[in-house]
């Protein structure tokens, strides 16, 4: 973390991380910068612009909901099915 914190506070002055300086960081070290980033950028969640297909799928899936289409699954059987390999 101290090394982390030294990163974020060189880049005040220096611009931007680089890649190969993540690329240098331990597994916790950027497990703990991605957690920063989806902080800060939970924090103001209007200024991350949605594409236009996500606003699609959703209205897609509405209508299956309203139309009584859709298929709902239980916990036990999402867990099964995000264990499963995919094609």
């Known amino acids: 973390?101290?090394?982390l914190a030294l990163l974020l506070s060189q880049r005040s002055h220096w611009g931007m991380i680089q890649a190969a300086e993540i690329e240098n960081m331990g597994l916790?070290?950027?497990l703990q910068t991605m957690?920063?980033?989806?902080a800060s950028l939970a924090r103001a969640p209007d200024a991350v612009p949605s594409?236009?297909?996500h606003g699609e799928v959703l209205a897609?899936?509405?209508a299956k909901v309203e139309r009584?289409?859709?298929e709902f699954l239980t916990i036990p059987e999402l867990k099964e099915r995000l264990q499963k390999p995919t094609r």
């Open 1 to 3: 973390m101290a090394r």
């Open 68 to 70: 009584g289409e859709a």
């Open 51 to 53: 594409p236009d297909w």
């Open 35 to 38: 957690e920063l980033l989806w």
């Open 60 to 62: 897609r899936r509405l």
């Open 28 to 30: 916790d070290e950027r």
